[in-house]
Structure formats: C-alpha cells, structure tokens
Nanobody, 125 residues
Framework: HVQLVESGGGSVQAGGSLRLSCAASGSNYSSRCMGWFRQAPGKKREGVAIMNRKLRTTYVFDTVKGRSTSSQDNTNNAVYLQMNNLNPEDTAMYYC???????????????????WGQGTQVTVS
C-alpha cells in the first residue's frame, strides 16, 4: 500500500530552476536508497541522482552534475531534487524510486529499484 508521489514538475524556460519532491503516501516509508530517474520520449530511462539516506551520501550523474543537487527531509521522509540552469535536454518524465531490503551501497541502475512513483513531467523550452 506504500506509494511514492512526485511533485514539483512543470514548464520552465531554459536557464530556469525546478525543485522536485518525492514523498511516501500511505505509510511512514523510509528506504536506505532513493533514486531520481528520468525518461524522455524515445530514450531509455537514465539516472539523475542516487541518495543513501542512512549514510547521507549522494551520487549525481554526469548529465546533470554541477546543475542538480539532492537533499532529504528526515522529518517527513521526503527527498528532493533541485535542478538549476535547466536546458531543453532536461525535458523528461522524472521518477523517484526506492529499493527494498538492505544494501551497503545504493545501486545506480534503475532496474535495481522496485518501488516507483508515477512521475512528474519537466518541460524546458
């Protein structure tokens, strides 16, 4: 019954910023590994950022490194993705995801994540 819900997407001009949020719905959900992924039409799903919420470490993929940062709110178990200096190549459906079970290192492949949100659309013109 646990669901992940993304929000914060929208349409922005090139150079603009967006802050995406991912919150658990239906329970006090807490996962060690939370990931942000995106998928544009006609392209494969790719990673944006991976967070180890227990160790409080973050891996940012090269495509957004230097422009995007991630953070977490331990009070409400929400995770965030701050994206700056957006360009049209950032246009995609953005998903948050969580991995089940215990792992020491959070994987970077989207196929390793089991719980997914419905996505939030980001459009940059």
């Amino acid at each position: 019954h646990v669901q992940l819900v993304e929000s914060g997407g929208g349409s922005v001009q090139a150079g603009g910023s967006l802050r995406l949020s991912c919150a658990a719905s239906g329970s006090n959900y807490s996962s060690r590994c939370m990931g942000w992924f995106r998928q544009a039409p006609g392209k494969k799903r790719e990673g944006v950022a991976i967070m180890n919420r227990k160790l409080r470490t973050t891996y940012v993929f090269d495509t957004v490194k230097g422009r995007s940062t991630s953070s977490q709110d331990n009070t409400n178990n929400a995770v965030y993705l701050q994206m700056n200096n957006l360009n049209p190549e950032d246009t995609a459906m953005y998903y948050c995801a969580a991995i089940r079970g215990f792992v020491l290192r959070c994987p970077r492949n989207n196929n390793d994540y089991q719980v997914w949100g419905q996505g939030t659309q980001v459009t940059v013109s």
